[in-house]
């Protein structure tokens, strides 16, 4: 089949790698003139990795990953350093950490030559008709996939809109520059309206991000400032992990989600992938995980013989269904986290430390499973 795809984030380029290499023809159209990738650390858990096994391409992002978190004792603290969770190591869920720039020089290192086409922003057609126009010239396709995001045009074009929403939180992310050893703890730690998070990466820096309640388009001004003042008061070694980041690194986002999940990822010959199709908020740390199931989901479904209707249908009832739950944990998730009334941090922090690490482990297990699709009619490819 040709398959147009639109975006080039991790769900984008997992589509067009592993559709590719079932030899459909495929083209992504990315609108940065550079498809790299914005963002610091990333992590993936176990259902991520089972999904790029099911189309060949776990190997390659395993050789970008590590994991170290799962050497180091980690969970949830408080500021002061108490832990109101804490598993031990090599207790911990199976997650691997890697940097977001060589996730994407990996999965882009698996296509074709030519097959992105940057700096081009692609325009969807209505009713999930499968053509994609850039500057006025338009391409004809048997499948076009809206990888495109969370503010994603096609979705909007394809009348599957339901709107963004302000999470109440921003997000700043960063990594050391320096190879210096910080931690042997990792983890979250909570306080009110506003939490740090610690990843070790791969090549021995760290990836931390520092969530802060606050109202939508806040502006902070002098931002390192406003960390140092917020965090550095924090337990060791945060203060020491922001003064190891230049300010020049510094990311921050007012985090986003779907204000509600589309009626269908699907219209016509259209299908909405990854953030397009179901923005959640990073608590859980599933948002990237969620694109690479749906990417290797409907390249599997894609495989199997009959009408092509069929398959999408399918992808439409698998992803929808796992996506909600997802989509709906992070948002509670999230909630908690940053709670910030004095009488909600404490009744969290009452809920945590009654709970036994090893239920926090099976929960997060839980999540991290993803079931391979059946096909609906099994046979030849088409
Ligand atoms: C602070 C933070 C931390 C996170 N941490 C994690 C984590 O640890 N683990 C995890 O699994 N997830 C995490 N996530 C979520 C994860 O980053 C996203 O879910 C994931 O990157 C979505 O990928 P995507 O390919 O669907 O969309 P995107 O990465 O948004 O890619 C969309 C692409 O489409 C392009 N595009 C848009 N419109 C057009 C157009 N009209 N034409 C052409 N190109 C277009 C954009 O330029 C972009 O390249 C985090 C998110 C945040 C904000």
């Known amino acids: 089949m040709r398959i147009g795809i639109i975006g080039a984030g991790i769900g984008g380029l997992v589509a067009a790698a592993g559709l590719q290499a079932d030899g459909h023809d495929v083209t992504v159209f990315e609108r940065r003139d550079a498809p790299g990738a914005i963002g610091a650390g990333l992590t993936l858990f176990a259902n991520a990795f089972a999904a790029l096994d099911a189309i060949g391409l776990g190997d390659t992002v395993r050789a970008v990953g590590a994991d170290p978190l799962g050497r180091m004792r980690s969970g949830q603290r408080r500021p ?14 199976a997650v691997r950490s890697l940097h977001r720039a060589e996730l994407h020089s990996a999965l882009l290192g698996h296509l074709a030559e030519g097959t992105v086409r940057a700096g081009c922003t692609a325009r969807a057609h209505p009713g999930g008709e499968p053509v994609v126009t850039v500057d006025g010239t338009s391409a004809r396709f048997d499948l076009v996939v809206a990888a495109d995001g969370v503010r994603s045009a096609a979705r909007g074009a394809w009348g599957l809109d339901r709107g963004v929403r302000y999470a109440g939180y921003t997000a700043w992310r960063g990594v050391t520059t320096s190879r210096r050893h910080f931690a042997v703890e990792a983890g979250e730690t909570w306080g009110a309206g506003a939490r740090f998070g610690i990843v070790p990466l791969p090549d021995d820096r760290f990836y931390w991000f520092a969530v802060l309640t606050a109202t939508e388009g806040t502006d902070f001004g002098d931002e390192p400032a406003v960390l140092r003042q917020r965090f550095g008061g924090w337990h060791a070694p945060i203060p020491a992990l922001l003064d190891a980041t230049p300010a020049s690194g510094l990311l921050r986002h007012d985090i986003y989600d779907l204000a509600a999940l589309p009626p269908s990822c699907v219209a016509g010959r259209g299908v909405l992938l990854g953030d397009a199709a179901h ?8 948002g990237a995980g969620q694109a690479i199931e749906d990417a290797a989901t409907l390249a ?11 398959a999408l249908n399918e ?8 996506a909600r739950k997802l989509w709906r944990g992070s948002r509670l998730a999230g909630r908690l986290a940053q709670a910030s009334s004095p009488v909600a941090v404490a009744a969290r922090d009452v809920l945590m430390r009654a709970m036994p690490p090893g239920a926090a482990v099976r929960a997060s297990a839980r999540v991290a499973r993803w079931q391979e699709p059946q096909q609906v009619f099994p046979g030849e490819s088409r």
């Open 80 to 93: 002061s350093g108490r832990w109101l969770v804490s598993v031990p190591p090599g207790s911990g869920p």
């Open 279 to 286: 923005a959640m908020t990073p608590d859980l740390g599933q």
């Open 300 to 310: 599997l479904l894609l495989r199997g013989a009959g009408p092509l209707d069929a």
């Open 315 to 322: 992808y439409d009832r698998l992803r929808r269904r796992r």
